[in-house]
């Protein structure tokens, strides 16, 4: 089984309530291959909500108790990160996750690359919150663009 980001699946619950729909996603999802979850919402955000983004670190620093998590008008929002974070581990050990197919960028989905902390749209190599914790976990973690990349490979 595959463990996607709700977004990815056409589910409007990015910050901005906005989806990043992506076509094969949603039909792993449609042939029940695959199981969506948000581990923003499952921390308890509603969408829309203010952008967040991690300071002084990665998602790692954060499972370690060396970063934080902070809203654009900086408010802390750490504990919520990191609780969706462990509820998103859950669901990927209940399901026997072979694969988790997150959002890139964002603050607990990110893989390769996440926010730098100014909210001035700087991108810096690292990953969010819940991806570290399910690779610190054994879990294969990848952008929903490594992903897509493979699919491809695999059809040719």
């Known amino acids: 089984m595959i463990l996607v980001s709700s977004c990815l699946a056409g589910q409007g619950c990015r910050y901005n309530g906005?989806?990043?729909?992506?076509?094969?996603?949603?039909?792993?999802?449609?042939n029940k291959e695959?199981?969506?979850?948000?581990?923003?919402?499952?921390?308890?955000?509603?969408?829309?909500r203010e952008p967040a983004e991690i300071i002084k670190g990665t998602g790692i620093d954060v499972i370690n108790g060396k970063a934080r998590?902070?809203?654009?008008?900086?408010?802390?929002?750490?504990?919520?990160?990191?609780?969706?974070?462990y509820k998103a581990l859950n669901i990927a050990k209940e399901i026997k996750a072979a694969i988790i197919v997150l959002k890139e960028n964002s603050p607990s989905c990110g893989s390769e690359q996440i926010y730098n902390g100014a909210f001035l749209g700087v991108k810096i190599a690292g990953e969010g919150v819940t991806t570290a914790l399910l690779r610190k976990h054994g879990f294969i973690v990848m952008s929903e663009s490594q992903f897509t990349a493979e699919m491809h490979e695999d059809q040719s």
């Open 18 to 30: 906005s989806s990043a729909l992506v076509k094969e996603i949603e039909a792993l999802i449609e």
């Open 69 to 85: 998590v902070v809203e654009r008008s900086g408010k802390d929002v750490t504990d919520m990160y990191i609780d969706g974070a």
């Open 34 to 48: 695959a199981v969506m979850m948000c581990p923003e919402l499952l921390g308890g955000f509603h969408t829309p």
